[in-house]
């Protein structure tokens, strides 16, 4: 891939760009097998590459500079304020449309907000796109102050933006880096981003987590229903389950769900989706803590766990409760091999059946990896 960001060393956050490609999932591999050597897996099936440019559907902008210039992108490791608009990560017309937001920012003259002065309003721009290219467009601001000037201002730009679906405003007023806080206000649409991956209907909620890739996603999910495909189960858990990707994708007429996600909005999503399927009676989702809700042992013990933790991991108290549950089948879905492997050292008992690498983020350390398990 070529980037102008990287060759100028305005940007080196894809840090493994200077690699050709197929060393990149080499070295990919070769750390994935040296983590997994103490628990006797099988070999790695042939990995599962990703397109090397515009397979980013997710941006997460700081918005830098000043109120009539501002800069969608990020502080550098030159401590540059650097605009990402035209990063080749994204789709063209996603790039577009970054270009034109950045723009319609510096017209509206909201000044961004500064962490180390504690004045302004402007913290994030949030952009997802789905299969059909169009967009939910989240604003994060420090106080609801803009929020009447950027209503005033919406409609004239969406005139130009149809692809804009929905737009809403995040409250953050705290001064500290963290991205979104609790209040959402609802500026056009309903908010509800409709991804279509394997011939499914899956929603994304503005506080829902979704894949940045919807590619690998589509590919991730879909190795998940094959592998599950013929186990012998009619109960099962999804953990971590988001908006219902991995859970849902594995149904069958013959099985019970039960998907736990700490998120309302996406519990939200899941359960719309098993609606438009015609099977809500099978599922049944709730908001609540993975852990907390392992603990209870709910409803029995499945015979299929599938968890999709993020970065830190299932954590050891998790490992032991669903060592206690004791299902017949594991499906662990990781971003972190590191802290997968902590895991599975925790997970005494089980067997790696199967397991391979999805090259969800080219060009950088990360990658996704999907391990089957069976109890022994």
């Not at 503005?206 to 094959?226: R, S």
Request: charged fraction near 20%.
């Amino acid at each position: 891939m070529h980037c102008p960001f990287f060759e100028s060393n305005q940007c080196r956050s894809c840090s493994w760009l200077d690699q050709p490609y197929h060393q990149q999932l080499q070295n990919k591999e070769r750390q994935l097998e040296a983590l997994l050597a103490p628990f006797a897996p099988p070999p790695l099936l042939a990995s599962v590459s990703a397109e090397l440019s515009g397979f980013r559907d997710k941006a997460k902008m700081v918005v830098l500079g000043h109120a009539a210039a501002p800069k969608l992108g990020i502080i550098n490791h030159r401590n540059q304020a650097i605009s990402l608009c035209e990063c080749p990560l994204y789709p063209d017309d996603m790039q577009t449309l970054l270009g034109d937001l950045e723009r319609w920012l510096g017209h509206l003259a909201i000044a961004p907000y500064s962490i180390k002065s504690r004045q302004g309003e402007l913290k994030y721009l949030l952009l997802n796109r789905n299969d059909e290219g169009q967009y939910m467009l989240r604003l994060v601001l420090r106080s609801t102050a803009p929020i009447a000037d950027i209503k005033l201002a919406l409609p004239d730009f969406l005139a130009q933006h149809s692809e804009i679906s929905s737009v809403s405003a995040n409250i953050q007023p705290v001064a500290m880096a963290i991205i979104e806080g609790p209040e959402e206000h609802i500026l056009i649409g309903d908010n509800w981003l409709r991804h279509q991956l394997n011939g499914l209907n899956l929603y994304q909620r503005p506080k829902g987590f979704f894949q940045t890739n919807l590619d690998m996603a589509a590919k991730l999910y879909a190795t998940a229903a094959q592998w599950t495909a013929n186990l012998e189960i009619s109960t099962y858990w999804d953990l971590f389950c988001g908006s219902g990707g991995f859970g849902l994708h594995c149904l069958t007429p013959e099985r019970q769900l039960v998907g736990i996600e700490i998120e309302a909005e996406a519990i939200a999503c899941a359960q719309r989706s098993a609606n438009e399927l015609g099977r809500g009676a099978q599922v049944r989702f709730q908001a609540l803590d993975s852990t907390a809700f392992a603990s209870s042992s709910e409803g029995g013990a499945p015979q299929l766990i599938i968890v999709n933790p993020p970065r830190r991991g299932l954590g050891t108290e998790l490992c032991t409760q669903i060592k206690q549950l004791a299902p017949d089948y594991l499906l662990y879905s990781s971003c972190n091999a590191a802290t997968l492997a902590t895991d599975l050292s925790a997970l005494e008992g089980y067997r790696i059946d199967r397991v391979q690498l999805f090259d969800m983020f080219p060009h950088t350390a990360h990658y996704e990896v999907l391990l089957l398990l069976h109890r022994i």
